[in-house]
T-cell receptor, first 115, second 113 residues
Framework: KAGVTQTPRYLIKTRGQQVTLSCSPI?????VSWYQQTPGQGLQFLFE???????NKGNFPGRFSGRQFSNSRSEMNVSTLELGDSALYLC??????????????FGEGSRLTVL | EDQVTQSPEALRLQEGESSSLNCSYT??????LFWYRQDPGKGPEFLFT???AGEEKEKERLKATLTKKESFLHITAPKPEDSATYLC??????????????FGQGTTLQVKP
Protein backbone atom coordinates (compact mmCIF):
# COMPACT_ATOMS: atom_id res chain seq x y z
CA LYS A 1 0.00 0.00 0.00
CA ALA A 2 1.58 3.27 -1.10
CA GLY A 3 2.10 5.91 1.55
CA VAL A 4 1.45 9.64 1.45
CA THR A 5 3.32 11.23 -1.44
CA GLN A 6 4.43 14.85 -1.43
CA THR A 7 5.91 16.76 -4.33
CA PRO A 8 8.26 18.42 -4.82
CA ARG A 9 10.56 17.22 -2.05
CA TYR A 10 12.82 20.26 -2.22
CA LEU A 11 12.42 23.70 -3.71
CA ILE A 12 14.03 27.10 -3.55
CA LYS A 13 12.11 30.32 -4.11
CA THR A 14 12.80 34.01 -3.69
CA ARG A 15 10.86 36.51 -1.60
CA GLY A 16 7.65 37.67 -3.21
CA GLN A 17 7.17 34.56 -5.33
CA GLN A 18 4.45 32.02 -4.78
CA VAL A 19 4.64 28.26 -4.41
CA THR A 20 2.29 25.31 -4.79
CA LEU A 21 2.87 22.02 -2.97
CA SER A 22 1.08 18.78 -3.74
CA CYS A 23 -0.01 15.88 -1.57
CA SER A 24 -1.42 12.53 -2.64
CA PRO A 25 -2.96 10.72 0.34
CA ILE A 26 -3.06 7.00 0.95
CA UNK A 27 -5.60 5.38 -1.32
CA UNK A 28 -9.04 5.54 0.28
CA UNK A 29 -8.13 8.31 2.71
CA UNK A 30 -10.37 11.35 2.44
CA UNK A 31 -8.91 13.64 5.08
CA VAL A 32 -5.74 15.60 4.36
CA SER A 33 -4.06 17.86 6.93
CA TRP A 34 -1.16 20.21 6.34
CA TYR A 35 1.50 21.16 8.89
CA GLN A 36 4.45 23.56 8.85
CA GLN A 37 7.59 22.45 10.71
CA THR A 38 10.34 24.90 11.65
CA PRO A 39 13.16 24.61 14.20
CA GLY A 40 11.75 27.52 16.20
CA GLN A 41 8.02 26.76 16.21
CA GLY A 42 7.97 23.01 15.72
CA LEU A 43 4.98 21.45 13.97
CA GLN A 44 2.08 23.83 13.48
CA PHE A 45 -1.29 22.97 12.00
CA LEU A 46 -2.17 24.85 8.83
CA PHE A 47 -5.51 23.40 7.70
CA GLU A 48 -7.41 20.22 7.00
CA UNK A 49 -9.56 19.19 4.07
CA UNK A 50 -12.20 16.52 3.98
CA UNK A 51 -14.34 15.72 0.96
CA UNK A 52 -13.09 18.84 -0.84
CA UNK A 53 -14.08 21.13 2.06
CA UNK A 54 -11.84 22.88 4.54
CA UNK A 55 -13.10 21.80 7.94
CA ASN A 56 -10.39 23.16 10.22
CA LYS A 57 -7.87 25.97 10.02
CA GLY A 58 -4.83 27.04 12.04
CA ASN A 59 -3.58 30.53 12.83
CA PHE A 60 -1.76 31.38 9.63
CA PRO A 61 -2.19 34.46 7.43
CA GLY A 62 -4.35 34.40 4.33
CA ARG A 63 -1.24 33.97 2.16
CA PHE A 64 -1.51 30.29 3.02
CA SER A 65 -4.33 28.53 1.23
CA GLY A 66 -5.23 25.07 0.11
CA ARG A 67 -7.71 22.95 -1.74
CA GLN A 68 -8.68 19.35 -2.20
CA PHE A 69 -9.76 17.63 -5.37
CA SER A 70 -12.42 14.98 -5.87
CA ASN A 71 -9.76 12.24 -5.82
CA SER A 72 -8.67 13.51 -2.35
CA ARG A 73 -5.37 14.87 -3.62
CA SER A 74 -4.59 18.20 -2.02
CA GLU A 75 -2.53 21.24 -2.82
CA MET A 76 -1.41 24.11 -0.67
CA ASN A 77 -0.32 27.48 -1.94
CA VAL A 78 1.75 30.19 -0.33
CA SER A 79 1.69 33.57 -2.02
CA THR A 80 4.07 36.50 -1.59
CA LEU A 81 6.71 34.37 0.06
CA GLU A 82 8.63 35.69 3.05
CA LEU A 83 11.94 34.48 4.48
CA GLY A 84 10.07 33.11 7.49
CA ASP A 85 8.12 30.75 5.27
CA SER A 86 11.21 28.59 4.91
CA ALA A 87 10.15 25.31 6.47
CA LEU A 88 9.32 21.67 6.01
CA TYR A 89 5.69 21.37 4.91
CA LEU A 90 4.15 18.08 5.92
CA CYS A 91 0.97 16.51 4.69
CA UNK A 92 -0.91 13.84 6.63
CA UNK A 93 -3.89 11.71 5.68
CA UNK A 94 -6.49 9.58 7.43
CA UNK A 95 -9.67 7.85 6.39
CA UNK A 96 -11.96 10.52 7.77
CA UNK A 97 -10.29 12.00 10.84
CA UNK A 98 -8.23 10.73 13.72
CA UNK A 99 -10.42 7.64 14.12
CA UNK A 100 -10.10 5.43 17.17
CA UNK A 101 -6.33 5.07 17.00
CA UNK A 102 -5.44 8.74 16.65
CA UNK A 103 -3.02 7.98 13.86
CA UNK A 104 -2.10 10.51 11.20
CA UNK A 105 -0.11 9.11 8.28
CA PHE A 106 2.53 11.65 7.31
CA GLY A 107 4.40 12.11 4.06
CA GLU A 108 8.11 12.91 3.97
CA GLY A 109 7.43 16.59 3.42
CA SER A 110 8.36 19.35 1.00
CA ARG A 111 11.31 21.43 2.13
CA LEU A 112 10.91 25.04 1.04
CA THR A 113 13.78 27.49 1.19
CA VAL A 114 12.99 31.17 0.60
CA LEU A 115 15.94 33.39 -0.34
CA GLU B 1 -4.32 28.72 25.15
CA ASP B 2 -3.70 25.05 24.36
CA GLN B 3 -0.03 24.24 24.76
CA VAL B 4 2.39 21.30 24.82
CA THR B 5 5.87 21.47 26.40
CA GLN B 6 8.41 18.70 26.07
CA SER B 7 11.56 18.17 28.12
CA PRO B 8 14.40 17.76 27.82
CA GLU B 9 15.05 19.25 24.37
CA ALA B 10 17.88 16.79 23.81
CA LEU B 11 18.94 13.62 25.55
CA ARG B 12 22.05 11.51 25.10
CA LEU B 13 22.06 7.98 26.46
CA GLN B 14 24.40 5.05 26.37
CA GLU B 15 22.98 1.89 24.91
CA GLY B 16 21.07 0.11 27.67
CA GLU B 17 20.66 3.23 29.82
CA SER B 18 16.94 3.66 30.51
CA SER B 19 15.32 7.09 30.79
CA SER B 20 12.06 9.04 30.43
CA LEU B 21 10.87 11.88 28.23
CA ASN B 22 8.32 14.32 29.59
CA CYS B 23 5.35 15.99 27.91
CA SER B 24 3.37 18.59 29.85
CA TYR B 25 0.14 19.91 28.39
CA THR B 26 -2.60 22.43 28.97
CA UNK B 27 -5.66 21.94 26.82
CA UNK B 28 -9.31 22.90 26.99
CA UNK B 29 -10.62 19.38 27.30
CA UNK B 30 -8.30 16.57 26.24
CA UNK B 31 -9.60 14.36 23.47
CA UNK B 32 -6.34 12.44 23.12
CA LEU B 33 -2.57 12.59 23.61
CA PHE B 34 -0.30 11.20 20.91
CA TRP B 35 3.34 10.20 20.64
CA TYR B 36 5.15 10.23 17.31
CA ARG B 37 8.70 9.43 16.29
CA GLN B 38 10.48 11.44 13.60
CA ASP B 39 13.72 10.40 11.90
CA PRO B 40 15.85 13.00 10.06
CA GLY B 41 14.41 13.82 6.63
CA LYS B 42 11.21 11.87 7.32
CA GLY B 43 7.68 12.64 8.38
CA PRO B 44 6.51 11.74 11.89
CA GLU B 45 5.58 8.12 12.51
CA PHE B 46 2.76 7.25 14.91
CA LEU B 47 3.62 5.44 18.15
CA PHE B 48 0.78 5.70 20.70
CA THR B 49 -2.54 7.28 21.58
CA UNK B 50 -3.60 7.81 25.20
CA UNK B 51 -7.09 8.97 26.10
CA UNK B 52 -7.45 9.08 29.87
CA ALA B 53 -5.36 9.52 33.00
CA GLY B 54 -3.87 6.25 34.19
CA GLU B 55 -3.74 4.75 30.73
CA GLU B 56 -0.52 3.03 29.60
CA LYS B 57 0.62 1.72 26.20
CA GLU B 58 3.70 -0.35 25.37
CA LYS B 59 5.59 -1.13 22.20
CA GLU B 60 8.91 -2.94 22.33
CA ARG B 61 11.25 -0.79 24.48
CA LEU B 62 8.79 2.12 24.71
CA LYS B 63 6.07 2.68 27.28
CA ALA B 64 3.80 5.73 27.36
CA THR B 65 1.83 6.83 30.41
CA LEU B 66 -0.68 9.63 30.99
CA THR B 67 -1.72 11.75 33.97
CA LYS B 68 -4.06 14.73 34.07
CA LYS B 69 -1.25 17.18 33.34
CA GLU B 70 1.52 15.24 31.63
CA SER B 71 2.66 12.18 29.79
CA PHE B 72 5.88 10.23 29.99
CA LEU B 73 7.59 8.15 27.36
CA HIS B 74 9.78 5.61 29.12
CA ILE B 75 12.58 4.03 27.11
CA THR B 76 13.93 0.81 28.59
CA ALA B 77 17.39 -0.42 27.59
CA PRO B 78 17.52 1.74 24.44
CA LYS B 79 19.42 0.76 21.33
CA PRO B 80 21.11 3.05 18.77
CA GLU B 81 18.17 2.53 16.41
CA ASP B 82 15.94 4.29 18.95
CA SER B 83 17.76 7.53 18.14
CA ALA B 84 15.18 9.98 16.76
CA THR B 85 13.10 12.99 17.70
CA TYR B 86 10.08 12.06 19.79
CA LEU B 87 7.07 14.32 19.41
CA CYS B 88 4.14 14.67 21.77
CA UNK B 89 0.83 16.11 20.57
CA UNK B 90 -2.65 16.69 21.95
CA UNK B 91 -6.05 17.09 20.43
CA UNK B 92 -8.59 19.32 22.13
CA UNK B 93 -12.23 18.31 22.34
CA UNK B 94 -13.19 21.35 20.33
CA UNK B 95 -11.29 20.00 17.35
CA UNK B 96 -13.69 17.12 16.97
CA UNK B 97 -12.58 14.11 14.96
CA UNK B 98 -10.23 16.08 12.73
CA UNK B 99 -6.56 16.05 11.91
CA UNK B 100 -5.76 19.10 14.04
CA UNK B 101 -3.09 18.33 16.61
CA UNK B 102 -1.05 20.63 18.83
CA PHE B 103 2.56 19.45 18.89
CA GLY B 104 5.36 20.03 21.36
CA GLN B 105 8.85 20.97 20.19
CA GLY B 106 10.09 17.43 20.54
CA THR B 107 12.92 15.67 22.37
CA THR B 108 15.88 14.60 20.25
CA LEU B 109 17.24 11.35 21.58
CA GLN B 110 20.70 10.04 20.74
CA VAL B 111 21.66 6.56 21.88
CA LYS B 112 25.35 5.74 21.67
CA PRO B 113 26.60 2.17 21.33
Amino acid sequence: KAGVTQTPRYLIKTRGQQVTLSCSPISGHRSVSWYQQTPGQGLQFLFEYFSETQRNKGNFPGRFSGRQFSNSRSEMNVSTLELGDSALYLCASTLSGLSNTGELFFGEGSRLTVL
Amino acid sequence: EDQVTQSPEALRLQEGESSSLNCSYTVSGLRGLFWYRQDPGKGPEFLFTLYSAGEEKEKERLKATLTKKESFLHITAPKPEDSATYLCAVQARGSGNTGKLIFGQGTTLQVKP
